[in-house]
């Protein structure tokens, strides 16, 4: 048994959490095109006969704004000191940029092998591609590996070349786990991507979903979940003209529950405001972000 753990970092964006999905072959992040989309640390188990790899997804590093992306940014700092590889996420058309090369100091004086998966390659020609490969040549990256986590181009690929630098023998999880979140947490964040993907602008980022029960019954489960926003007219929002929004959002959302749990669901979602939540340290603890230090 060879194992070990991985730690995916980069911008906000790049594929990093589409990426975790595309390797595990199951939803264990939550995606959208938004950024900020990722705000808990996520981890994802692959599992094969004799490899157990442990994927940890962060939040992408970006200049924070208010207390929660402050701790967020502590957290993907913190993961990048032990873990035995770290793939550094670009997106093939906007390349290396500044804060990918102060991501690369830091990391290059860790001594921890780093991969550049050149991601997003489903959008460019093999020219660029081929280009972009010698760009980044002489870098000092241990290996430099394209992928399209979107068709899952190259993905089996990487794995053989994670697999390389495995050092443990441990089996860290049994085999049908593949995520260390909790099922409520992972229930919340289904109901914040829908929001995430159905709503615009102002919305994603002034939102965070709780789920406050879940009842697994035989044959149905009962999931209560909170839509917390910061202002009433994002509440507004949220509901939409009639309840249509809340409505959508929920369908969509139970079906990946459905999927998620194997039997029926029903769903019940409410809508509170709690003003500035995002700079309260009570919700951010109670709403599971706690402070690494
Ligand atoms: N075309 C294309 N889009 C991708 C690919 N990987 C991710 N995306 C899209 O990029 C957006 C951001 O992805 P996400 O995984 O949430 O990025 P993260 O912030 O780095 O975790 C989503 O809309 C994804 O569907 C890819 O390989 N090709
Ligand atoms: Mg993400």
Redesign the pocket.
Known sequence: MKSGFVSII????????????SIIKRKV?????V????RNIIEGIYHEKDYQIIFV?TP?IAKPLDKLGRVLNKQSFALMKDVDLILL?V?IKSGIGRGDKFLMENLLQKEIPVILVI?????VSNETLIMAINEYKDYGFTEIVP?????D?NISHLIDVIKKYLKDDIKYYGDNIITSSSIPFMAGELVREKLLQNTMEEVPHSITCHCTHIENKKDIVNINIDIIVDKPNIKKIVIGGGGEMLKKVGTLARKDLEEMFGKRVYLELYVKVIEDWKDKERYLKELGFFDLD
């Open positions: 980069g911008r906000p964006n790049v594929g990093k959490s589409t990426l975790l999905n992040a939550i995606t959208s095109n950024s900020g989309t990722t997804d992408g996420v997106d991601n997003k390659i489903d959008k992928t399209s986590a979107l068709t181009d």
